[in-house]
């Protein structure tokens, strides 16, 4: 009997917005699927395309890159960098077969926990739809 | 660790501490000294213990030292093996673009995923799923998108199809090729590219192919070298080869551009090929080839390997060799995409630098009598 698919979420949330918002999410009691795991960093920018794929090469399914809202980045332009960034790795992902629709880029600020849920949750709701991630692995 | 077979194999217990590589290797200069002849005797003298990760992982497998030395030790062959004992205790040289191209590597040899590797051809490029001629396109798609800012490299493989049909060939292409590895060997992760090669042969021997074309000189060095099981009857060229072979079905326009030559050390000191791309050249007409002073087995590598290890040496070089090509010539050609990424990249910011780099075959089709 093999154990349903549960898909393994990654999220990369910077420091200033989206990490405050799933903290909020938590200290809110917000319920949200366990599938995800949170990886902080300083900016949204900072999150390099072959941090990325290198996540796809451990197995997870799905990856989430959340920033603060245009304009509101702490560092002035660093969610446009993020933005230049997904873009370039949504078309890598496109040509290795893993598909560009594993990679979302979310703007959530720190006041927004519930927003924090509901993307997480809809998005392992689409990653559950779609199935494991071609790349195999077993993160 | 299989030290003293790999020492054996690459002939260093051969070396008799002349000095040559040192003087030919690309890392040494005024103020900073890379000595592969310093490493051998090292490690000659205490084994294991003489080994540093970190100028294991310096050296840019250029050959440069091989080249000039009179007891044929095979110093970037040695360092390959150690390589390969270094990523077993978890050592790893400095990625470059981190690691996103050993990533793609390694997940077209988990051998799972669809690729959309050729997305770039258009009606214009004639391929044939019948031809018996395989175009191995090589990591051009996955350059585009991860270096779009150093132009495409598609564009070499769509100019590599119009030269071939131009002399009445319709290659094929694989849809579902791999990585030849290259990299991955270089690295030391060696399952990974025994994992590539197993994918690629497995696919290449059951078709009817007979010749296989390469663009990339790493690729084309890698099938021929390191390729153990692929069928026997199946030819290898580098597409500048074999058009040298053919230069009088190709029919070029005039070009008054005055060009030089920058020798890849896969294509140069690896295999040999100096003279195809030049003759390639030359054939075109009112094109002035000039050669920069450091030519054919003595050209400079282009700095940097397997995307890793690019630092401000490599810049140092690749600005040097940039340099000279600016005084004599208006466009440094070359005929790999490593040497065409790694100059682009260093002309970038480098205003003085009033010179341009260019791929052979691009320019080639691009003088092509329409």
């Known amino acids: ?139 | 660790m299989e030290l003293d077979e790999a020492v054996r194999d690459t002939n260093v217990q051969m070396c008799y501490s002349c000095g040559k590589c040192t003087l030919a290797c690309p890392l040494t200069h005024d103020d900073h000294i890379y000595s592969p002849r310093r490493i051998v005797e090292t490690i000659l003298a205490h084994g294991e213990e003489g080994i540093s990760p970190a100028e294991m992982w310096e050296c840019l497998t250029c050959n440069a030292c091989s080249t000039y030395c009179p007891s044929d030790v095979k110093f970037p062959a040695f360092v390959r093996e150690i390589r390969g004992e270094l990523v077993k205790d978890g050592s790893y040289g400095e990625c470059s673009h981190a690691g996103i191209l050993h990533s793609l590597m390694r997940l077209m040899a988990g051998g799972q995923v669809k690729q959309k590797r050729l997305e770039w051809l258009d009606d214009s490029l004639e391929t044939s799923p019948r031809s018996n001629v395989l175009l191995f396109v090589g990591c051009a798609p996955y350059y585009d998108a991860v270096l779009s800012e150093h132009g495409s490299h598609t564009e070499t493989t769509k100019s590599a199809v119009k030269l071939l049909n131009s002399i009445g060939i319709k290659p094929r292409l694989l849809k579902d090729e791999v990585c030849c590895g290259h990299d991955m060997l270089w690295t030391g992760e060696t399952e990974t590219f025994e994992d590539l090669e197993r994918i690629n042969t497995e696919r290449i021997n059951k078709s009817k192919v007979k010749k296989i074309i390469f663009t990339c000189p790493e690729c084309y060095d890698t099938f021929k070298e390191n390729y153990k099981d692929l069928r026997e009857d199946i030819e290898l060229h580098h597409l500048a080869q074999f058009l040298g072979d053919r230069i009088d079905d190709l029919e070029f326009k005039e070009n008054g551009k005055k060009v030089t030559f920058q020798d890849s050390c896969r294509l140069g000191r690896f295999q040999g090929i100096y003279e195809p791309p030049r003759d390639l050249l030359l054939a075109v007409p009112g094109l002035e080839l000039v050669e920069m002073e450091d030519n054919r087995k003595k050209s400079v590598c282009c700095g940097t390997s397997c995307w890793m290890n690019c630092d401000q040496e490599s810049k140092r070089i690749q600005v040097e060799r940039l340099e000279e090509a600016s005084t004599i010539a208006d466009m440094m050609i070359t005929a790999c995409p490593k040497c065409l990424i790694h100059y682009r990249c260093a002309m970038d910011g480098q205003s003085k630098l009033d010179t341009d780099v260019k791929d052979l075959f691009v320019m080639l089709a691009e003088s092509l009598e329409p």
């Open chain 1, 1 to 139: 009997m093999k154990a349903p698919f549960e898909p393994k979420i990654l999220a990369f949330c910077c420091n200033w917005c989206a990490y405050s918002g799933a903290d909020l999410a938590g200290t809110s009691r917000l319920q949200y699927p366990p599938n995800v795991k949170i990886v902080r960093v300083m900016c949204s920018g900072r999150v390099d395309p072959g941090h990325i794929l290198r996540a796809f090469e451990t197995g997870v399914d799905g990856i989430l890159v959340a920033g603060c809202h245009p304009g509101d980045c702490h560092y002035i332009s660093g969610n446009e960098r993020a933005e230049e960034r997904i873009e370039t790795a949504k078309a890598v992902a496109e040509i290795i077969g893993i598909g560009e629709d594993r990679i979302r880029l979310e703007w959530i600020s720190a006041s927004e926990g519930l927003r924090f849920a509901e993307v997480i949750e809809d998005f392992i709701k689409e990653i559950r739809v779609k199935g494991p991630s071609p790349a195999g692995g077993d993160a």
